[in-house]
């Protein structure tokens, strides 16, 4: 087969890749004009050839994206390529498509050549979940709003209770077992409202406290933790190991990781098998320089993750008959990863213990 033949061949090939592609294979010309598409571009667009062919690109643009589309076309123009640039078409029967575009501009025959991949299932996805959180962020703060105000709310009836106490002359009442009960009852009610007093408090710095992002040592937060529980850790003969060198600390909120690390350890505490101390290792791990993982496993009862599926991190969701069980740990835990664009995994093994893995990224 001589070079001629071989070279036939291959451009063959070529007008068949051309064709056969589902992504949209372009040739225009500096004119503003398409010199040679493939049948996908009418296929997306419902024109026929000759209708694309005798009209302007720039017609076939979005009128919101026209003036962004010609500057990057100026843009191209100059020998820099353009690459994953998004637009919006409109089709024949005036439906929108969003294109993302990579684009390499031949100078001395003045024609662009272009590839781009139809992303309107994306784009409409990306609505949809934006959409959804706008809608989990406008509930969240009326429910927030909402125990707040009942909150700030039921400290007027709890003072007005305690006023009352006050104007009760103790000295007017003989019955020992009286006295008792009244002073039972102004000890509860003044525990009540500190406690309202607290919850209001706690409220009003929240939202605060959760926006703050710092620069937090694991080790630090796993410390603190250790302390605030550490009666549980004796009593239990729990041991804790952890390896922290490959990454140190992670950029997060410190209240969210002292709950993370709080609920993972008390959990493992919590669900040993019986008659075998708790053994709890928590590492980390770096991915890249935008990832890092944390990694918290035990040897405790676990759980059929065939049974359990997706339900562990759900709301009031139990699988184990402890008594001390309420099913909110894990929903919170959760809850405060995927809030800063985290993620957390599990597995687990009935009477081999559960590992869980939290993905940071920044």
Not at 16 to 31: E, H, T
Not at 200 to 217: A, G, W
């Amino acid at each position: 087969m001589n070079n001629g033949n071989l070279n036939s061949e291959i451009l063959h090939k070529l007008e068949v890749f051309f064709d056969i592609s589902p992504d949209l294979f372009c040739i225009a010309g500096y004119d503003g004009y398409f010199k040679r598409i493939n049948s996908a571009v009418s296929k997306l667009l419902g024109y026929d050839e000759s209708e694309l062919f005798n009209s302007p690109i720039n017609d076939f643009v979005h009128p919101e994206d026209k003036e962004l589309t010609a500057k990057a076309r100026k843009e191209l123009t100059k020998k820099n390529p353009l690459l994953n640039f998004e637009n919006r078409y409109l089709t024949k029967t005036g439906e929108v498509v969003w294109l993302s575009w990579t684009s390499m501009y031949l100078e001395k025959e003045e024609l662009i050549f272009a590839i781009a991949k139809d992303i309107t299932y994306k784009k409409k996805l990306e609505k949809e979940r934006n959409l959804l959180l706008s809608n989990l962020f406008s509930i969240n703060k009326e429910l927030e709003h909402l125990t707040y105000r009942t909150t700030h709310d039921l400290r007027s009836p709890v003072n007005n209770f305690l006023s009352i106490f006050n104007l009760i002359d103790l000295n007017k009442i003989e019955d020992k077992e009286n006295l008792e009960l009244l002073e039972l009852l102004r000890s509860s009610s003044e525990n009540f409202k500190k406690t309202l007093d607290n919850y209001v408090d706690l409220l009003s710095k929240r939202s605060l406290n959760e926006n703050k992002i710092e620069f937090i040592r694991f080790e630090k937060t796993l410390d603190k933790i250790k302390k605030s529980i550490h009666t549980l850790i004796k009593m239990s003969n729990a041991r804790i190991d952890f390896e922290f060198n490959e990454a140190e600390g992670v950029v997060f909120n410190n209240d969210y990781l002292e709950s993370i690390f709080l609920n993972l350890i008390t959990n493992s505490i919590r669900y040993a098998q019986p008659g075998i101390s708790p053994h709890i290792k928590i590492k980390t791990l770096r991915i890249n320089d935008d990832n890092i993982q944390l990694t918290v496993e035990d040897n405790g009862l676990g759980f059929d993750m065939e049974k359990v599926k997706d339900k562990i991190f759900g709301l009031n969701q139990k699988f184990h008959s402890h008594e001390d069980s309420k099913g909110i740990g894990l929903y919170l835990i959760k809850n405060q990863i995927t809030k800063l664009n985290g993620s957390i995994d599990v597995e687990s093994e009935v009477n081999v213990g559960t590992k869980f893995t939290i993905t940071f990224r920044s």
